[in-house]
Structure formats: C-alpha cells, structure tokens
C-alpha cells in the first residue's frame, strides 16, 4: 500500500504535556492549600474565641450578668465577636425540666423542634471548648457552621452560628484579587514546570536523537550510565541494537554464501551445457562422415562392374 499520500500526524511535544500537566497540579494544590487554611484559620479562630469565653466564665460579675439578663448578654457577645468572624447568630440554650431544649437570642426566644435531630443530637454532646459541628453547603449563598460549647457553671449551652461565604459570593466579592492570584500561580507554575519538564525530557530527547541516528544506518550507542528507568530502557534498546547488527552480519554471510552457490551452479550448468553440445556436434559430424563413407563405397563398387552412373 502507498503511504506517500497519507497526511503525517501532528505531534505534540511531551515536555509542553507535563508543563501543562504541572500547571494545572500547581493551581488544584494552590487552591487547595487556600481552602485548608481558610478552614484552619477559622477552626483556631473559634477555639481563641472559646478560651475567651471559659476566661469570661469565671468572672463573677460576667455570670451574674449572663444569669440576670441573658438576652442582653448574647446581644453583647455577638457584637463582641463580630470582629473575630462572620457571626450571624448568638443563642443560648437550656434544657427545661419536662426535657425539652429552648433557646433565646437578642431577639426571640422559642422550643427546639423534635424534628430538628442534628441541633439536638449536638447539644447534647456539647463540651467546654467551641467545637464546629456541621453546616450546610449552599454554591450560590454561604455555609453556616453551627458551633457549640457548654457554659461553665451554668445552664446554658452557647450556640455561634458563622456565615461562611460560598465560592460564588466570594468570587464576586473578590473577583479581582483571585483573578491577580490565579494570573501570579499559573506564571510561576509555568516556569517551574517548564524546568521539571525539561530536566525529565533531556534524557529522553538524547534517547530519541539516538534511535534516530540508528535508523539513518550510523553507528550508535545508546546511554547506559543511569540508573532509573530511562537508563534501563537505554540498555535495552542498545541490546537489541547489538543484537540487529549481529543478526544483520549473519544476513549478509548468508546472502554472500548462496550467492557464491548460484555462481557454481551457474558455471557447472555452463559446462554441462557446452559438453552437451559438442557430443551433439561430435555426433551429427560422425554421422555426416559415416553417410559420405558410404556413398562413396557404392560408387566404387557400382563402377567396378560398370553400372555406375553418376
């Protein structure tokens, strides 16, 4: 089959593959690495802001305060930490003697839902450091992460509730400032994939010049000083160019060898040939003599009684 029409591939260069590939690796850990913090930073945060409290706790003028008005008191802590992190609720809670849990803030006062297990479920399990519980993720509006801790030496159990932005409205409320960051990781996750990329093409470009050079019909060897696994494909392709040319030698003994047999056969076929032919010619000129012997022994005999007539 003729290939002279068929259009070459394009090829793609290995080393622009794994700077892309580098690229893209350097922004999913970047961002990563950005959200784990973010999550980090407001974990610590939360314990900071419940040393305070248990601190708080054990001055007597702050529990008379929380036990005289305790509306007033949410309504002054949620101002207090407002500055800390994004709070969009204070409540406090308490369980009631016929084992209901109700709540209050700075503005309303109510009953826990029985349907509501998961805020009751963490209630109950709610210890002396703020501790986050779970939230729910919304991508268009925020994630609310309810946060609980048990007040010392009183009935109360602390509910923070912390708006957290979600990735839509954190985009817009700081488009350019993510734009400027992703512009700034992709420069340097460029380079420095380019630098790795290369360092893991070079071998490979010096193996690939010397396959190259091989199949031109020079000379080569190939690399054979590494260790990894470019340095075991180096052994093994030297091998088995070892190994071609040996078999290639042994071609050329061959073919050298039945040529030299075709030469004598051709001669010894020659030579039957020619003898042949002078057997055949020996033949025809003994016959030829032997037909002119004896006419001309007829003749002598037919002249020696006279009836001869030529």
């Known amino acids: 089959m003729d290939n002279r029409g068929v259009r070459a591939k394009r090829t793609v260069s290995l080393s622009w593959k794994l700077t892309l590939s580098f690229v893209v690796f350097g922004l999913v850990i970047a961002y990563a690495a950005f959200v784990f913090f973010s999550a980090a930073v407001l974990r610590n945060t939360l314990r900071g802001a419940s040393e305070l409290l248990r601190l708080s706790m054990q001055n007597q003028n702050e529990r008379s305060a929380l036990l005289e008005d305790p509306q007033k008191w949410v309504a002054s802590l949620k101002n207090t930490l407002s500055p800390l992190f994004p709070v969009e609720e204070v409540r406090l809670y308490q369980i009631r003697a016929d084992s ?25 399990q709610a210890g002396y450091q703020l501790t986050l519980v779970h939230g729910l993720p919304v991508f268009s509006g925020t994630l609310r992460i309810p946060a609980y801790i048990r007040l010392p030496d009183t009935p109360w159990v602390l509910e ?21 960051y992703t512009l700034l990781l992709c420069a340097l996750s460029l380079l420095l994939g380019r630098f790795l990329a290369l360092h893991f093409i070079r071998p490979l470009r010096a193996l690939t010049t010397t396959a190259e050079r091989y199949a031109a019909g020079k000379e080569v060897s190939f690399i054979r000083d590494r260790r990894d696994e470019i340095g075991i494909l180096s052994r093994t392709l030297n091998q088995m160019a070892l190994d071609m040319e040996e078999q290639k030698r042994q071609v050329h003994n061959r073919l050298a060898t039945m040529e030299a047999m075709n030469k004598i056969d051709k001669t010894v076929l020659l030579a039957r040939g020619r003898s042949e032919l002078l057997m055949a010619v020996i033949h025809e000129v003994h016959g030829s003599c032997h037909s002119h012997g004896a006419a001309l022994l007829r003749r002598d005999s037919a002249q020696a009684v006279g009836s001869w007539k030529p």
């Open 100 to 124: 209901r849990w109700e709540y209050l803030s700075s503005t309303d006062r109510g009953l826990v839902r029985p349907e509501d297990t998961k805020t009751l479920a963490a209630l109950r």
């Open 160 to 180: 923070v509730t912390v708006d957290v932005e979600g990735p839509e409205r954190f985009l817009l409320r700081y488009g350019n400032e993510v734009l400027l």
